[in-house]
């Protein structure tokens, strides 16, 4: 095992009708002038804005309000509520809805409180220094932005989809009522549900640090979002099992269950960023599109770790060679994609995209990555290629 560093500072405040106690909580953190920001508009059909607004407007919490955050936020937004925020004076960030408008509220934060263009944080020019208090209340599970120290934001000028990380980002409270996820359309729900499962999994296949209880943490993660997954497909309004989801998301992208290893490998996501960046398609979608070939690709190097997996996760009985366990659970793994009606290839996802295409993807995935990157196996530009192709 390494040594780690594990930093969660955010105030989880967990249950039913939690979102009353949205302005005892900014208080708590120092809000004086509150920026709210959300997405397309559910948190206002679903009553839930006026809730908010109401909760603020009754403490005496002055706040202004930027919507608009898509699916992939875009970086013209971000600057939209960079000064927005400067001329308000606001010095409090509250992001209602999912990771998109979490990672948008991220990113204003970043832009307020560093001089410069924020682009260049995503860009890997510099790092920022600061980033404005943010909270969240959170509508959607499957990010883990509600304690995470990233955020990701798509330029609109070449479809540049980037994620930054740093510690000054992570949100200082988490409203979580599994309540407010229950208006999601089934799709997003199977989308959050593999997106919570992939964090894990890309801390899970390395070749550095293992450690046991690392893994018993992160198997017996995977184990239960598929499980409660399935019952959400039938039965979409049942609590317990939006809880489950819920809160394994947030665990699954606070770094528990990567302690000790050698920082994940993390190319099923640095992939999906270029399908997410190209074509629009919902994150945790494409990340279901990709696993397989990239889990095929790189088992023959990452074999212990892929066996582990098949018996301890996927439930396949240790008989036969490790290569056969290794295939039988990667294929296990694809029948409950396709049970919870996610793509298990970039046709099925929708894409149908040119050999130019791939291949401008998997250059600018090199581009991102820096020429190489993944600890399963190190991935150049030709093996994102070939991943993407099969
Ligand atoms: O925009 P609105 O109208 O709110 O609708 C959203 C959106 O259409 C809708 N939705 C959210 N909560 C709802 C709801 N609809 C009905 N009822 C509710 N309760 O769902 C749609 C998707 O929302 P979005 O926020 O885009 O989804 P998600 O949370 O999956 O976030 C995806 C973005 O986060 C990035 C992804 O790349 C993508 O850009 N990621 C961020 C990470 C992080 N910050 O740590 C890590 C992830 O790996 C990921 O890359
Ligand atoms: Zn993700």
């Given at each position: ?23 005892s ?19 206002i ?7 908010v607004t ?11 309000m930027l ?8 970086l013209?937004?971000?600057y939209?509520?960079i ?12 992001a209602v ?6 990672d948008?509220a ?10 410069g ?13 600061a ?18 120290d ?7 000028e ?10 000054y ?14 208006t ?26 293992n450690?046991?209880i690392?893994?018993a ?13 399935e ?51 919902a ?9 397989g ?14 066996k ?13 060679s490790?290569?056969?366990?290794a ?11 396709r ?7 970039l ?5 149908n995209?040119t050999?130019e ?16 990157m ?8 030709k093996?994102?290629?070939?991943i993407?192709?099969?």
């Amino acid at each position: 095992m390494f040594g780690f560093k594990y930093f969660t500072p955010t105030k989880v405040v967990f249950g039913r009708e939690t979102e009353s106690q949205v302005a005892s909580l900014i208080k708590e953190f120092g809000g004086k002038k509150v920026l709210i920001h959300y997405g397309g508009g559910s948190v206002i059909r679903s009553g839930l804005m006026k809730k908010v607004t109401d909760s603020l407007d009754a403490a005496g919490i002055p706040y202004v309000m930027l919507g608009g955050a898509v699916p992939n936020p875009r970086l013209s937004l971000v600057y939209e509520g960079i000064d927005l925020c400067k001329k308000e004076g606001v010095d409090f960030l509250l992001a209602v809805g999912g990771g998109s408008a979490i990672d948008s509220a991220k990113a204003i934060g970043y832009g307020v409180t560093n001089d410069g263009d924020v682009w260049d944080f995503y860009d890997y020019k510099r790092k920022a220094t600061a980033c404005l208090p943010l909270g969240v209340i959170l509508t959607l599970a499957a990010t883990g932005s509600e304690m995470s120290d990233s955020s990701v934001i798509t330029k609109e000028e070449g479809l540049v989809k980037r994620g930054y990380s740093s510690d000054y980002c992570r949100p200082k409270f988490a409203i979580m009522n599994p309540e407010l996820t229950m208006t999601l359309p089934d799709y997003q729900t199977a989308c959050g549900c593999t997106d919570i499962m992939m964090h894990t999994m890309e801390r899970y296949f390395t070749n550095g640090g293992n450690m046991e209880i690392t893994d018993a943490l992160a198997e017996g993660l995977i184990r239960t979002v598929m499980k409660n997954a399935e019952i959400l497909v039938k039965d979409p309004k049942n609590y317990e099992a939006r809880a489950e989801v819920m809160w394994a998301g947030s665990l699954s992208h606070n770094g528990l269950t990567g302690c000790g290893n050698d920082g994940g490998d993390w190319m099923t996501h640095k992939l999906e960023h270029e399908l997410g960046g190209l074509y629009d398609v919902a994150h945790g979608a494409g990340l279901a599109a990709i696993w397989g070939s990239w889990a095929r690709y790189v088992c023959g190097n990452c074999l212990p770790r892929f066996k582990q997996f098949a018996v301890n996760v996927m439930g396949v009985e240790p008989v036969g060679s490790d290569e056969e366990i290794a295939l039988k659970g990667i294929e296990a793994m694809e029948d409950f994609y396709r049970r919870i009606h996610m793509p298990t290839n970039l046709r099925e996802l929708g894409v149908n995209a040119t050999d130019e295409d791939l291949a401008e993807m998997a250059h600018k995935c090199a581009v991102g990555v820096g020429g190489s990157m993944g600890s399963a196996r190190l991935l150049y530009e030709k093996d994102m290629l070939e991943i993407f192709k099969a």
